[in-house]
T-cell receptor, first 114, second 112 residues
Framework: SAVISQKPSRDICQRGTSLTIQCQVDSQVTMMFWYRQQPGQSLTLIATANQGSEATYESGFVIDKFPISRPNLTFSTLTVSNMSPEDSSIYLC???????????FGPGTRLTVL | GESVGLHLPTLSVQEGDNSIINCAYSNSASDYFIWYKQESGKGPQFIIDIRSNMDKRQGQRVTVLLNKTVKHLSLQIAATQPGDSAVYFCAESIQGAQKLVFGQGTRLTINP
């Protein structure tokens, strides 16, 4: 499986600010995904990021709040904009495995908003 | 690291015993299912998957059972070890949709 890294691993931010999370994969992948995992909860898909096209957002998530970039086949960023304490979560990126429906996950970014 | 799943259902077993973690899925059209293991401070780790044309699949110390009639999935872990302590999530998808829907998760604790 692909090796996935995320930066930063954790951060503490002030409300009203924005944070950009990076996801790097060691091989080219078609699809990259961004998930949110709120404290004590399961994973919820935010959006799917394909290279060369706009991200596809799930219900309840909007581009103005969570802008995503996918400049190439090994990299993506998720920005959490105008943060509030409710945005405190673990943010995870994942990638698809060629020819399968399996997804492999990065280590996550633990965000705390004060 | 931070603890994930503070409010999740929990299962405690003695080291060496077998454990069974259950999951009810929601979409009768789902035809692909995955079990993930998430240790504290880490991202979910793929354990085993199964397609809807099967009702059982075995891996190393793990077995996944699928009952499509009642939309139920289970993960059996044999001879549990301390390293099996984690939160376990099931996920479902429709083949080709490339979108996973995760269950609520179960925290497994292995007692020495």
């Amino acid at each position: 499986s692909a090796v996935i890294s995320q930066k930063p691993s954790r951060d503490i931010c002030q409300r009203g600010t924005s944070l950009t999370i990076q996801c790097q994969v060691d091989s080219q992948v078609t699809m990259m995904f961004w998930y949110r995992q709120q404290p004590g909860q399961s994973l919820t898909l935010i959006a799917t990021a394909n290279q060369g096209s706009e991200a596809t957002y799930e219900s309840g998530f909007v581009i103005d709040k969570f802008p995503i970039s996918r400049p190439n086949l090994t990299f993506s960023t998720l920005t959490v904009s105008n943060m509030s304490p409710e945005d405190s979560s673990i943010y995870l990126c994942s990638v698809d495995s060629p020819g399968t429906d399996t997804q492999y996950f990065g280590p996550g970014t633990r965000l705390t908003v004060l | 690291g931070e603890s994930v799943g503070l409010h999740l259902p929990t299962l405690s077993v003695q080291e060496g015993d077998n454990s069974i973690i259950n999951c009810a899925y929601s979409n009768s059209a789902s035809d692909y299912f995955i079990w993930y293991k998430q240790e504290s401070g880490k991202g979910p780790q793929f354990i085993i998957d199964i397609r809807s044309n099967m009702d059982k699949r075995q891996g190393q110390r793990v077995t996944v059972l699928l009952n499509k009639t009642v939309k139920h999935l289970s993960l059996q872990i044999a001879a549990t070890q301390p390293g099996d302590s984690a939160v376990y999530f099931c996920a479902e998808s429709i083949q080709g949709a490339q979108k996973l829907v995760f269950g609520q998760g179960t925290r497994l604790t292995i007692n020495p």
